[in-house]
Each structure stands twice: as structure tokens, then as C-alpha cells.
């Protein structure tokens, strides 16, 4: 068994596309309209969907909003440079919400950012790397 994907509903999948394409540089793997359900999925990741998990951005043509509600934790993405990944999400319009530092308790480098329907993405530096 694998993970293959994560799935989050969004309200605006233009925007959302972006966000994880030209903020992240995540790539469209796969984008279907299926007008009998009125919903589009498309799925956005680093990899194929073969090679590794993805993420799933379902769009009901319906909903133009979600409650989060606070059962929902974080995507985290492996970054060389947190503090780079940063400034580069930030010259580019997303919406850092933690800046880049130490986890509390530990060395762990980290930083948090929010797409635009407010699901937080952690940015963990690779180990190893010296700050």
C-alpha cells in the first residue's frame, strides 16, 4: 500500500492552480470536468502520480467557499532553503504566516504558508543544511 493523493476542496480552482503551480511549483498532473456532477478534479504535484503522493484539488462548480473547520492540520513539503522558500513564496504573492525559524523544542527549521483558501502548507528545511 501507498498514499496516493491528499484531497482539498477549493473554492476558486484558477486560483488554486496558481497558487500551487506558479507559488509552489507544483505541476498540472491531470485536470477532468465531469458537468454530470458539476465538479472538476485536478491534480497538482512535484512528481507522477506514479513515483509518489499528490495532491487532489476538487472544485464543485456550486461552492465558492469552505469551513476549514479544525480537524484539518497542515500539507508539509520538504524545502532546501525555509528561509528562501519564504521569500521566494512572498515575491511571488502567497501568504506567509509563520516565517522561517526554529521549530519550538527543537533545530528543526520551519516555516508556514496559507493557499488562498487558507489551508496551511508547512515548509521543513532539509536536514542537514546549515542555517
Not at 527549521?109 to 546549515?130: N, S
Request: one cysteine or more; proline letters at 2%.
Amino acid at each position: 500500500m501507498r498514499i496516493l493523493h491528499t484531497m482539498l476542496r477549493v473554492g476558486n480552482l484558477d486560483r488554486s492552480l496558481a497558487f500551487y503551480t506558479e507559488v509552489l511549483g507544483m505541476r498540472l498532473l491531470r485536470k477532468q470536468d465531469y458537468p454530470g456532477g458539476k465538479f472538476t478534479l485536478a491534480f497538482v504535484g512535484y512528481q507522477d502520480e506514479a513515483d509518489g503522493a499528490v495532491i487532489e484539488l476538487t472544485y464543485n462548480w456550486d461552492t465558492d467557499q469552505y469551513d476549514l473547520g479544525n480537524g484539518y492540520g497542515h500539507i508539509a513539503l520538504e524545502v532546501e532553503d525555509a528561509y528562501a522558500a519564504c521569500e521566494t513564496i512572498r515575491n511571488k504573492g502567497g501568504n506567509v504566516v509563520r516565517d522561517a525559524g526554529p521549530m519550538k523544542h527543537s533545530t528543526t527549521v520551519i516555516a508556514f504558508v496559507e493557499d488562498p483558501d487558507g489551508y496551511k502548507i508547512e515548509l521543513i528545511q532539509r536536514k542537514g543544511r546549515a542555517d
